[in-house]
């Protein structure tokens, strides 16, 4: 399994094999997960310097809830 997607793992353990596949076969998942991942760090950075502007940070943090719900969809649209 490649180690960028192991926080996207964390988050839904339940779909390690699907997002393993999907991560190596989509590349529109591919890029997904890389923008939550750069996403998350962005709001991980600015929650370290709280000297940073709190709306930057929200709406990163939007971002970021968004994209979770994105990767959520694709991993469950098969199972309905």
Do not use: G, W
Not at 35 to 63: F, G, H, P, W
């Amino acid at each position: 399994m490649n180690k960028k997607i192991n926080s996207i793992v964390q988050i839904f353990p339940d779909f390690e094999e699907k997002i393993d596949f999907l991560f190596q076969t989509d590349e529109n998942f591919r890029d997904l997960c890389s923008d939550y991942i750069l996403c998350a760090a962005m709001v991980q950075k600015m929650m370290k310097d709280l000297k940073k502007e709190t709306s930057n940070r929200e709406e990163y943090e939007e971002l970021q809830q968004n994209l979770e719900e994105e990767i959520l969809q694709i991993l469950t649209k098969d199972r309905h």
